[in-house]
């Protein structure tokens, strides 16, 4: 099946066309042909897909796995959703907690391995109900640390943490208000959108830099994420390379990033600024910086000079492997349980798509390739090899999916700008996120908050933040009617 269109001019535009189905478009009217649906499409993880819907729609092991892998699976699943505990403790298993964290385990942010929200607020000042745990702040100042990175705040270190073991300050706590910002589509709808402004307030160890940049980050679904490892590095440098060649200004670019385990630089794919390059890292910076875990990689506690209570606290690091004295660098977590964890995110499956013969749903879909909406959420792909290539049941290795994204950097405008760079993105790029899983997001986690800090309160919203390089999709979106507008948002929630 093709898109009836004009000779093709690019390998994005040909991948793009290939995906959507059978369909065409003259402005935003009419369907030159009826829509059809999508080969392959319901089943968006390959051979991994599940069905599934509801509150645990996000937590079942890839389709596919042998019984060995999804006992594997189970194990690594207890240590992701378990609290761990301060130390010294009995349960040597789980102890090392702190001395500064956001969370006590890594599903206190993924609930039900799902997205995050922005925390509520109570009062005029910025007060939040509940601290912020799904929403972390990367801090950093002007300048590179030795891999290129960002480089840390001499006192509050590359993240800011609102939670502490006892005996240690916190840090501090965030605090939120928003501005309100309004709108009308051409057919004179209103619309609001809400522009998050973040703060800090009781400061645990004096001011912060005075040229300090902070970006809030919110944690995504996690789905599939051993999928999107395991396609090749060439298709997407393809991708920035196609959108290099044609026209228009659509233009990503890769980020090239440090990854510890390996100790060496990669193409980024992971992350809201694509700055993490192997699940492996991401799931070891995420011990350290959200919950003060060690590990063989991540050695040290995220302890600035200026935090000396931080700096004396203990470690939980006795009895376990790689450990060496009370406060030297070792691990809390040792190899085999990290790979396991790892393991766990890995082989999460996507849940497969829903209404995928849906007349709105295929109209929505046409819709969203028209708007150019599919040259950064590139719908499909054949993964190469995943992340543990001995896998038994290779259960990640050469699977058609379709996660909806490029991997790309992107400008996205100066009103999503965070002005914070992170290796190669700038201060106005942003990774464009995987669409799978979108319309379930309110069955896992409650709500339909989306973009990288939540901000967006649905589908709609999250495409009317957009900007720079998709001014002009969010133009057209502008200019839809009303039921042009639905069937778009009902195709994205179907993914």
Not at 237 to 242: I, S, T
Not at 288 to 305: K, Q, V, Y
Not at 377 to 394: A, D, N, Q, W
Request: aromatic share 6%; glycine share 12%.
């Amino acid at each position: 099946m093709q898109l009836l269109q004009a000779k093709p001019r690019q390998r994005t535009v040909r991948l793009a066309a290939a995906s959507m189905g059978a369909m065409a478009l003259v402005g935003l009217g009419a369907l030159v042909a009826a829509p059809q649906p999508d080969p392959l499409g319901e089943k968006t993880g390959g051979e991994t897909t599940v069905y599934a819907t509801g509150r645990n729609a996000f937590s079942f092991p890839a389709a596919n796995l042998e019984d060995a892998e999804r006992t594997r699976f189970v194990i690594g699943n207890s240590f992701f959703k378990r609290n761990w505990v301060e130390a010294p403790a009995s349960t040597k298993a789980r102890d090392g907690l702190g001395p500064h964290f956001i969370a006590r385990s890594c599903g206190g942010c993924h609930v039900q391995d799902g997205r995050g929200e922005p925390p509520e607020i109570f009062n005029r000042l910025g007060e939040t109900k509940d601290p912020t745990v799904a929403l972390l702040i990367r801090l950093s100042i002007p300048g590179k640390d030795a891999h290129g990175g960002p480089k840390p705040d001499p006192v509050y270190g590359d993240q800011f943490n609102n939670a502490a073991i006892q005996g240690v300050k916190p840090e501090g706590r965030v605090t939120l208000r928003y501005e309100t910002i309004k709108g009308k589509f051409a057919d004179g709808t209103p619309y609001t959108l809400q522009k998050p402004v973040y703060g800090f307030a009781d400061l645990g160890y004096g001011p912060m830099h005075p040229d300090i940049m902070s970006s809030p980050r919110i944690a995504p679904q996690i789905i599939g994420v051993g999928l999107l490892e395991a396609i090749a590095e060439a298709d997407i440098l393809a991708n920035a390379a196609d959108q290099a060649a044609a026209p228009g200004p659509i233009k990503g670019q890769a980020n090239k990033v440090w990854d510890a385990p390996s100790g060496s630089t990669m193409t980024g794919r992971f992350g809201w600024k694509a700055n993490v390059a192997t699940i492996a890292h991401q799931t070891g910076g995420a011990f350290l910086g959200d919950m003060g875990i060690t590990s063989r990689h991540f050695p040290n506690e995220a302890c600035t000079p200026a935090q000396k209570d931080c700096l004396a606290a203990p470690s939980g690091q006795s009895g376990k492997e790689g450990a060496s004295v009370q406060g030297q660098p070792g691990v809390e977590i040792d190899d085999k349980t990290l790979a396991d964890v790892i393991f766990y995110q890995a082989t999460l499956a996507p849940p497969a798509r829903r209404n995928v013969n849906d007349t709105q749903v295929l109209r929505g879909q046409a819709l969203f390739a028209q708007a150019q909406c599919a040259t950064c959420h590139r719908p499909s792909y054949v993964t190469k090899e995943g992340p543990f290539p001995t896998l038994s049941s290779k259960a990640l290795n050469g699977q058609r999916i379709w996660p909806y994204t490029d991997l790309l950097l992107h400008d996205m405008g100066e009103r999503l700008a965070d002005n914070r760079p992170d290796f190669g993105a700038s201060g106005r790029q942003w990774k464009t996120p995987p669409l799978w899983g979108t319309g379930l997001i309110k069955d896992v986690n409650g709500h339909t908050r989306l973009l990288h800090d939540g901000r967006a309160r649905g589908v709609l919203e999250a495409v009317l933040w957009h900007g720079g390089e998709a001014e002009a999709a969010k133009d057209q979106v502008l200019k839809m009617k009303k039921a042009d507008r639905d069937a778009l948002v009902k195709f994205v929630e179907s993914l």
